[in-house]
């Protein structure tokens, strides 16, 4: 499962001198910052709810945003390293999702229970931040296991998640939880490719919406979810493509997110001859 598009990303890089984009090229800049950020959150004996909050996500970003990323790279080159990196953002991403239920659990102490759809709990709109990153953090779990069968029956957990947010404030993050529903959806083998296909483009066209069109994310998701698996070279072409013509706009919400999927779509395109057939 893919969360790379839908998470948004807080830097400490405000260094005006220094362009996003040459951070992005950056990895092992970005793997010292993340894990000199997360050693100090780690330090507080005693961290406050946004102290963890802060833990979460930053290990969350980190899986995907450098290691996830970076191992989907070496995958075909060299496979030994990506795996080691796939087992690095794994156990991140646990010590995520551990501490993300945790948190829940201090608040609504059966939250398990409702989590196993055994227990009704009336959450707040408040809610939706620690049920979206830990709903991400689920899915980075789920996604560098490889397929661990153990992993992967938390996959209901996920979309109960994401529901729940959806339900509480649809428009939170300018769309974020629509564009991780798709990702979601595409996982679900119990739908046919017609209900998948409806249900990722209502996903899809909410995202799109919420965002104003101004968010590159939906459009590479939708290539790789849809476009990749069923073999529509053409209509994948076509949406990274519209990705890599996006103007980027200096300062705003979606300047470091569209910078990233640029990037990617750019990976991507020049893997069009290995991922499709014809």
Known sequence: MRYHYFIIFFFIFTISCVPKAFLLDQPQLLSVY?????????KNDMPTIDDQRDLIRTKVEYGFGVIMEQADRLIDMDYSSAIDKYKKANIIFKEARDLGI?????????FDDWLRNEAKI????NDVIDLYWLAAAYGGTIGSSRGNPFELIHLPSVGRLLRKCIELDPEWNNGAIYSAMMSFTATRSDLSEVMLRDSVDFYFDKAIAYSDSLDAGPFITYAESVHKPYQERKEFVDKLNYVLDMKIKSRSDYELPNLIAKNRAEWLLSKTEEYFLE
């Open 34 to 42: 993340f894990d000199r950020k997360i050693k100090n959150l780690e």
């Open 102 to 110: 945790l948190v829940l659990n201090k608040k609504y102490p059966s």
């Open 122 to 125: 009336k959450f707040i709109k």
